[in-house]
């Protein structure tokens, strides 16, 4: 979820709800800020929110189903997550391809506070801030072709 997202905020009682009947269905509930967390979003190509994932001894399935508490309790209850499709291997949050993209991910948002700092903290403007990175990307792309 995010703070921001309107979707997400409209299912924030119900996903309360639901986690806190968790402990009766025989699971754990959670949510993670993905403006806090980039490298878990990037993880599970989180590309839409709310997204909501269900995790069984390392085999991840996305819920697509309604979000009414009844509906998420039965997905639950009545074992529903058995019929849906796992996340394939290579798109697993487990897998190496997963981990690259959490990688990049982390990359971009530190890309950002170097960009904030040079435009913010030092002063420099916007367009030389650019200029920097794409002389970096250059010689990054020289170097690695050496």
Not at 40 to 49: H, I, M, N, Y
Not at 94 to 116: D, P, T, V, Y
Not at 121 to 144: C, E, K, Q, R
């Amino acid at each position: 979820y995010a703070p921001w997202c309107p979707a997400c905020q409209q299912i924030e009682l119900t996903w309360e709800s639901f986690a806190k009947e968790s402990e009766h269905l025989g699971i754990t509930v959670g949510k993670v800020d993905v403006t806090q967390e980039p490298g878990l979003s990037g993880r599970f190509f989180v590309t839409t929110l709310p997204t909501i994932y269900h995790a069984n001894d390392g085999v991840f399935r996305r819920y697509r189903g309604s979000r009414t508490l009844e509906d998420l309790q039965g997905y639950v209850l009545e074992r529903k997550w058995e019929a849906v499709e796992p996340v394939a291997g290579w798109k697993s949050p487990s897998s190496i391809m997963m981990h690259g993209m959490a990688g990049l991910f982390h990359l971009s948002g530190w890309i950002r506070q170097i960009h904030s700092y040079l435009t913010g903290t030092l002063g420099i403007h916007v367009w030389i801030s650019y200029a920097i990175f794409i002389l970096a990307t250059l010689l990054i792309g020289l170097f690695l072709g050496l």
